[in-house]
Nanobody, 117 residues
Framework: QVQLQESGPGLVKPSQTLSLTCTVS??????????WTWIRQPPGKGLEWMGV???????VYSPSLKSRTSISRDTSKNQFTLQLSSVTPEDTAVYYC?????????WGQGTRVTVSS
């Protein structure tokens, strides 16, 4: 059973870039039946899909975050990375990396990121 683990700083200052890495427990990151996504949940709010990187490396982003979001991957390390630029306190959330296979079928435990000076 594949496992996903987010890592990155828990505190980011306003206007800086948030950077998180998701490590996948096996080498399925390039399997052509799954894609890899980032989802976040601000305090007291619902889940927000941020973007996806496919098995081929192509990306699609949420229109509301597109100008600030970048997702990349390092297949040699079985990792994919989220970068969110120009953060504000409204970007405070729990961030999840999630596999899209048969739906959102495998989730990381989530990592809380606070944007504050």
């Amino acid at each position: 059973q594949v496992q996903l683990q987010e890592s990155g700083p828990g505190l980011v200052k306003p206007s800086q870039t948030l950077s998180l890495t998701c490590t996948v427990s096996d080498d399925s990151i390039t399997i052509n039946t799954v894609d890899w996504t980032w989802i976040r949940q601000p305090p007291g709010k619902g889940l927000e899909w941020m973007g996806v990187i496919s098995y081929s490396g192509s990306t699609v982003y949420s229109p509301s975050l597109k100008s600030r979001t970048s997702i990349s991957r390092d297949t040699s390390k079985n990792q994919f990375t989220l970068q969110l630029s120009s953060v504000t306190p409204e970007d405070t959330a729990v961030y999840y990396c999630v596999r899209w296979g048969l739906g959102f079928d495998y989730w990381g435990q989530g990592t809380r990121v606070t944007v504050s000076s």
